[in-house]
Nanobody, 114 residues
Framework: QVQLVESGGGLVQPGGSLRPSCAASRMRFSIAAMGWYRQAPGKQRELVAGITGGGSTNYADSVKGRFTISRDNAKNTLYLQMNSLKPEDTAIYYC????????WGQGTQVTVSS
């Protein structure tokens, strides 16, 4: 069974940075389409950023220019560099893998507050 384990969330002040990561196992990571989603209290889960096996990326308009998704296929790890964080970025961030079915990690909490 595919396993996705997120880490690297936390509490940060507005304007700060975080870099959550997602360690994948029991899957062919290098060819999988991967993504980061987030869910804030009372809101639906939304796509933040995605990256294909070939390295093409896409971003939600709200994070363009501030967030960067990347992958290290040698380490089977997905990253999300988050800069210039805003209070509205506060959410649980989930790693996603699309391999015929959708697979999800357990999530990592990101809180942006002064």
């Amino acid at each position: 069974q595919v396993q996705l384990v997120e880490s690297g969330g936390g509490l940060v002040q507005p304007g700060g940075s975080l870099r959550p990561s997602c360690a994948a196992s029991r899957m062919r990571f290098s060819i999988a389409a991967m993504g980061w989603y987030r869910q804030a209290p009372g809101k639906q889960r939304e796509l933040v950023a995605g990256i294909t096996g070939g390295g093409s990326t896409n971003y939600a308009d709200s994070v363009k220019g501030r967030f960067t998704i990347s992958r290290d296929n040698a380490k089977n790890t997905l990253y999300l560099q988050m800069n210039s964080l805003k209070p509205e970025d506060t959410a649980i961030y989930y790693c996603n893998a699309k391999i015929i079915s959708n697979y999800w990690g357990q999530g990592t909490q990101v809180t942006v507050s002064s």
